[in-house]
């Protein structure tokens, strides 16, 4: 079993590998923050006004390189040691604020009253429990955003099985020039807790056509992003406007 339609097998399974795995260290995640930053500068256009909110911000590389040239930066995760990696990771920047989820971590209502007008979602819903979080998430977004705001989800795992997916990036990693840290990501990967979860476990996939009708369901318009933003080719990405 790889990709899942509807559901995980064991919804906990991956909440509980990122508190603690060692796969996915900071070389990688940094490289493909990165890459992900330089090929969607055109999509989101980062500005000097701008109140970006990264939801599974992991250990925030993106909020890192992000905060000194923004108004705010804002982390949450699901992850309590991503978090505090990320609140570490910040403490320099008063412009920063990273949040613990909850349970039900769709519900975005630690923010209070602070409203966002770049959101983004970065290889985070192939982790979700089953589909319709993603909808629950749209309709948490709506709350938190500002009039206008950008809401990408991207990084999103399509259909394809654990061997595409590396040749995948490997086919980026020769174009990026980031051949060394990819192969021992992917290493890790393999040979690590990571391989076996995803084929006893799942990860949920979708297609553009799912997610463009959830955004549509919301009341939302969308646009699926045909360009590769991350290191994986095989990924999609949708651009939702609030
Ligand atoms: C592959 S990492 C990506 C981290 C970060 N977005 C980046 O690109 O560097 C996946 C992240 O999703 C987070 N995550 C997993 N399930 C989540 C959930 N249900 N809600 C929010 N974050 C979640 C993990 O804790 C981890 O930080």
Same mark, same amino acid.
């Given at each position: 079993?790889?990709?899942?339609?509807?559901?995980? @097998?064991?919804?906990?399974?991956?909440?509980?590998? +990122?508190?603690?795995?060692?796969?996915?260290?900071?070389?990688?995640?940094?490289?493909?923050?990165?890459?992900? #930053?330089?090929?969607?500068?055109?999509?989101?256009?980062?500005?000097?006004?701008?109140?970006?909110?990264?939801?599974?911000?992991?250990?925030?590389?993106? !909020?890192?390189? #992000?905060?000194?040239?923004?108004?705010?930066?804002?982390?949450?995760?699901?992850?309590?040691?991503?978090?505090?990696?990320?609140?570490?990771?910040?403490?320099?920047?008063? *412009?920063? %604020?990273?949040?613990? !989820?909850?349970?039900?971590?769709?519900?975005?209502?630690?923010?209070?009253?602070?409203?966002? *007008?770049?959101?983004?979602?970065?290889?985070?819903? %192939?982790?979700?429990?089953?589909?319709?979080?993603?909808?629950?998430?749209?309709?948490?977004?709506?709350?938190?955003?500002?009039?206008?705001?950008?809401?990408?989800?991207?990084?999103?795992?399509?259909?394809?099985?654990?061997?595409?997916?590396?040749?995948?990036?490997?086919?980026?990693?020769?174009?990026?020039?980031?051949? !060394?840290?990819?192969?021992?990501?992917? +290493?890790?990967? %393999?040979?690590?807790?990571?391989?076996?979860?995803?084929?006893?476990?799942?990860? #949920?996939?979708?297609?553009?056509?799912?997610?463009?009708?959830?955004?549509?369901?919301? *009341?939302?318009?969308?646009? !699926?992003?045909?360009?590769?933003?991350?290191?994986?080719? *095989?990924? @999609?990405?949708?651009?939702? +406007?609030?």
């Amino acid at each position: 079993m790889t990709n899942i339609p509807g559901k995980v @097998s064991d919804p906990s399974v991956w909440a509980r590998f +990122w508190s603690d795995q060692s796969t996915f260290d900071d070389e990688f995640l940094r490289h493909n923050v990165n890459v992900f #930053l330089e090929n969607s500068r055109e999509v989101m256009e980062f500005s000097a006004q701008d109140r970006v909110l990264d939801i599974g911000c992991g250990p925030g590389h993106l !909020l890192e390189i #992000l905060a000194p040239k923004v108004d705010k930066v804002c982390g949450v995760d699901v992850s309590s040691k991503y978090v505090q990696q990320c609140r570490s990771r910040l403490i320099r920047h008063h *412009n920063a %604020q990273v949040e613990q !989820l909850g349970e039900d971590y769709t519900d975005l209502s630690i923010l209070g009253d602070e409203r966002f *007008n770049k959101i983004i979602c970065l290889s985070v819903i %192939q982790y979700y429990q089953e589909k319709d979080d993603v909808r629950r998430l749209m309709a948490a977004v709506k709350r938190v955003a500002a009039p206008g705001a950008r809401f990408l989800i991207a990084d999103i795992l399509v259909d394809t099985g654990l061997l595409e997916d590396i040749y995948s990036v490997l086919r980026s990693a020769f174009r990026d020039r980031a051949l !060394l840290k990819t192969v021992r990501f992917l +290493w890790r990967a %393999q040979f690590g807790n990571y391989a076996r979860l995803r084929r006893k476990t799942g990860l #949920l996939s979708f297609s553009g056509e799912e997610l463009s009708k959830m955004a549509q369901d919301e *009341n939302l318009k969308s646009e !699926l992003i045909v360009k590769r933003l991350t290191v994986n080719h *095989n990924r @999609s990405h949708i651009l939702i +406007w609030i």
